[in-house]
């Protein structure tokens, strides 16, 4: 559909502040309670060590594919598409970008609530020894409760996107990010003198291949690809605000070491409470919401740790959730001329009202299932997570190795001439390496790869 009017492309004010929205985006819950369970479910080091080479060989390619395609139009997913290839499939790709934005953003608003209905619990003090569990499913239970946090998340998300890119995402992402950041390294230091200290870094740092099975292998390619915000057409559209002055090439370098980073350092963070306190590694996504709030109840300061910890996932999930609705709301102020204010409190309700089936799906509607039994939550999780993502992934990969000329890419990449001939290796990787690797991923995460 053409554009009803045009209007004059947002940018960002300074590379600094593109850079920390960006890692802001990457830096979500992915890297606070995906990486480190899975670290410790696979071996710890060993996972660590195949996730780095993962980033380097799938994430990073990707990355710069996404803000390739993105500056080179100035336009939304579906917008960019069309304005390369103008045809009834690759605008497609863009179409699924958008959709999975959508999907994704209305039941991470549900898992936004949660947290910041941890950090007003903190402040009221009913962290107990022995309680966390039945609160937590208590919590889950009420639907009033579930609908209002989810909402006051919603809230937030609409309030820092309705400022804009310059005097909204980047403003307070040169505010969120360095506050999580310095929070993030406090904790961790608090982390690094306790009892269980020394063998929270074995653990995480130490590798052991023994441990590593292949489906280690295959969860650490899965976990470079998600933990990046990649395939969902943040990062597209995040490149689409950038001027031709951004070196897209350092800036991915940069974005992807600060995301690595953050994720180590949560596992800093995370391991060594876990073992000087009992607690199994393995026990997956409830770490947050039951094993460590247990954990924070026994500690002589835990109700401020308590409350400290859960602002600082509150900070990391704020701003992947900005890029989510941005995604929408730059999609529909391209395609139908809307002003940014109205996309963005329309979008951010409907979003909002999307969303409310996943919150209901733990109590009211807890007893509709399908799909393997799991409930609308987990069914929109799978479905975006195992399905939209590596597709969306793969198929940019796709474009940006093989449809798009040498000219298109170097014009965007500023081809680097030096020893490394780092344009060169990047296009071997996004033509051969990463689409493989993608396609692996898709098959693991679809079940697919069982059969062979």
């Given at each position: 559909?053409?554009?009803k009017k045009?209007?004059?492309?947002?940018?960002w004010a300074?590379?600094f502040?593109f850079?920390?929205a960006?890692?802001?985006?990457?830096?979500?819950?992915g890297?606070?309670?995906?990486f480190p369970y899975?670290?410790?479910?696979?071996?710890?080091?060993?996972f660590?060590?195949?996730?780095?080479i993962?980033?380097?060989a799938?994430?990073i390619?990707v990355?710069?594919a996404?803000f390739i395609?993105?500056?080179?139009?100035q336009?939304?997913?579906?917008g960019?598409?069309?304005?390369?290839?103008?045809?009834k499939?690759?605008p497609?790709v863009g179409?699924?970008?958008?959709?999975?934005?959508?999907?994704?953003?209305?039941?991470?608003?549900?898992?936004?609530?949660?947290?910041?209905?941890y950090?007003f619990s903190?402040?009221?003090?009913?962290?107990q020894?022995?309680?966390?569990?039945?609160r937590?499913?208590?919590?889950l239970?009420?639907?009033?409760?579930?609908?209002?946090w989810?909402?006051?998340?919603?809230?937030?998300t609409?309030?820092?996107?309705?400022?804009?890119i310059?005097s909204?995402?980047?403003?307070?992402?040169?505010?969120?990010?360095?506050?999580?950041?310095?929070?993030l390294?406090?904790?961790?230091?608090?982390s690094?003198?306790?009892?269980?200290a020394?063998?929270g870094?074995?653990?995480?740092?130490?590798?052991?291949f023994?441990?590593l099975t292949?489906?280690?292998?295959?969860?650490?390619l899965g976990?470079a690809?998600?933990?990046?915000?990649l395939g969902?057409?943040?990062?597209l559209?995040?490149?689409?605000?950038?001027?031709?002055?951004?070196n897209?090439?350092v800036s991915s370098?940069e974005?992807?070491?600060?995301?690595?980073f953050?994720?180590i350092?949560?596992?800093?963070?995370?391991?060594?409470?876990?073992f000087?306190y009992?607690?199994?590694?393995k026990?997956?996504?409830?770490?947050?919401?039951?094993?460590?709030?247990?954990?924070?109840?026994?500690?002589p300061t835990?109700q401020?740790?308590?409350?400290?910890?859960?602002?600082l996932?509150?900070?990391?999930?704020?701003?992947s959730?900005?890029?989510?609705?941005?995604v929408?709301?730059?999609?529909?102020m391209?395609?139908?001329?809307w002003t940014?204010?109205?996309?963005?409190?329309?979008?951010?309700?409907?979003?909002?009202?999307?969303?409310?089936p996943?919150?209901?799906s733990f109590?009211l509607?807890?007893?509709?299932?399908?799909?393997?039994?799991?409930n609308?939550?987990d069914?929109?999780d799978?479905?975006?997570s195992?399905?939209?993502?590596?597709i969306?992934?793969?198929?940019?990969?796709?474009?940006?190795?093989?449809i798009?000329?040498?000219?298109e890419?170097e014009?965007?990449?500023?081809k680097v001439?030096?020893?490394f001939?780092?344009?060169?290796i990047?296009?071997?990787?996004?033509?051969?390496?990463t689409?493989?690797a993608?396609?692996?991923v898709?098959?693991?995460?679809t079940?697919?790869?069982?059969?062979?």
């Amino acid at each position: 559909m053409p554009l009803k009017k045009t209007q004059k492309r947002e940018h960002w004010a300074s590379k600094f502040g593109f850079v920390l929205a960006a890692t802001g985006s990457a830096v979500g819950l992915g890297n606070m309670w995906r990486f480190p369970y899975k670290a410790g479910e696979f071996g710890g080091g060993a996972f660590v060590l195949v996730y780095l080479i993962a980033v380097i060989a799938m994430g990073i390619p990707v990355l710069i594919a996404e803000f390739i395609i993105g500056r080179s139009t100035q336009k939304n997913p579906v917008g960019a598409f069309r304005a390369l290839r103008n045809n009834k499939f690759w605008p497609l790709v863009g179409w699924l970008g958008v959709l999975t934005g959508f999907v994704i953003l209305s039941y991470y608003c549900v898992v936004g609530g949660w947290i910041l209905k941890y950090i007003f619990s903190s402040l009221t003090g009913t962290f107990q020894t022995g309680a966390a569990g039945v609160r937590f499913e208590s919590f889950l239970a009420s639907p009033a409760e579930m609908v209002f946090w989810h909402g006051i998340f919603m809230g937030f998300t609409i309030f820092i996107v309705r400022g804009g890119i310059s005097s909204g995402i980047e403003k307070w992402s040169k505010i969120l990010m360095p506050a999580f950041i310095i929070l993030l390294l406090i904790l961790m230091i608090n982390s690094l003198f306790s009892p269980g200290a020394e063998k929270g870094i074995s653990f995480l740092l130490k590798p052991d291949f023994s441990k590593l099975t292949r489906e280690g292998i295959l969860e650490a390619l899965g976990s470079a690809f998600f933990s990046l915000s990649l395939g969902m057409g943040a990062m597209l559209t995040y490149g689409s605000y950038l001027d031709k002055d951004t070196n897209i090439s350092v800036s991915s370098l940069e974005i992807a070491f600060l995301d690595t980073f953050c994720a180590i350092i949560a596992g800093l963070m995370i391991f060594p409470i876990v073992f000087t306190y009992n607690v199994d590694p393995k026990v997956g996504p409830g770490m947050f919401f039951i094993t460590l709030p247990e954990v924070f109840a026994s500690m002589p300061t835990g109700q401020l740790i308590g409350f400290t910890f859960f602002v600082l996932v509150a900070f990391a999930a704020i701003t992947s959730a900005i890029s989510l609705l941005e995604v929408v709301v730059s999609f529909v102020m391209d395609e139908f001329g809307w002003t940014r204010k109205k996309a963005d409190y329309l979008l951010g309700f409907v979003i909002f009202v999307a969303g409310i089936p996943s919150a209901l799906s733990f109590n009211l509607w807890s007893g509709f299932t399908a799909w393997g039994g799991k409930n609308i939550f987990d069914i929109l999780d799978s479905l975006a997570s195992n399905y939209m993502l590596p597709i969306g992934g793969f198929f940019i990969a796709i474009f940006a190795g093989w449809i798009l000329t040498h000219g298109e890419k170097e014009a965007e990449i500023k081809k680097v001439e030096n020893a490394f001939h780092f344009y060169d290796i990047w296009h071997v990787l996004i033509q051969y390496v990463t689409p493989v690797a993608l396609l692996i991923v898709l098959l693991y995460t679809t079940g697919a790869l069982s059969f062979f």
